[in-house]
């Protein structure tokens, strides 16, 4: 499923950004949803995850109380709404698609589709 995302760009340190993640197609909903990030130099990692059902959310200990994940399944589209932002917060969002199952999970490997990445700079 292509996957585009928006919504980066510049943020002072504790402000706020929304990322959106758009996915064509009819089956969005049967996809769990990630979104990972990858600084310069380092691997990408795990952000926050959806379940298909919107029943179920995970999040990376280093986001936890600050970013939140939501879908809407009606307008195929996963956001990410960042707050308290920190320098550290720097890297490149990826949203990720997977399906074949109900569980989120935290590995890069076990997502199949993914977006183009966009960049979210967070300096004074």
């Known amino acids: 499923v292509p996957l585009v995302e928006s919504g980066g760009g510049l943020a002072q340190p504790g402000g706020s950004l929304r990322l959106s993640c758009a996915a064509s197609?009819?089956?969005?909903?049967?996809?769990?949803m990630g979104w990972f990030r990858q600084a310069p130099g380092k691997e990408r990692e795990f952000v926050a995850g959806?379940?298909?059902?919107?029943?179920?959310?995970y999040y990376a200990d280093s986001v936890k109380g600050r970013f939140t994940i939501s879908r809407d399944n009606a307008k195929n589209t996963v956001y990410l709404q960042m707050n308290s932002l920190k320098p550290e917060d720097t890297a490149v969002y990826y949203c990720?698609?997977?399906?074949?199952?109900?569980?989120?999970?935290?590995?890069?490997?076990?997502?199949?589709?993914w977006g183009q990445g966009t960049q979210v700079t967070v300096s004074s």
């Open positions: 197609g009819r089956t969005f909903e049967s996809y769990v």
């Open positions: 959806i379940s298909r059902s919107v029943s179920s959310t």
């Open positions: 990720a698609g997977r399906n074949g199952g109900m569980l989120i999970m935290t590995s890069p490997q076990s997502y199949a589709y």
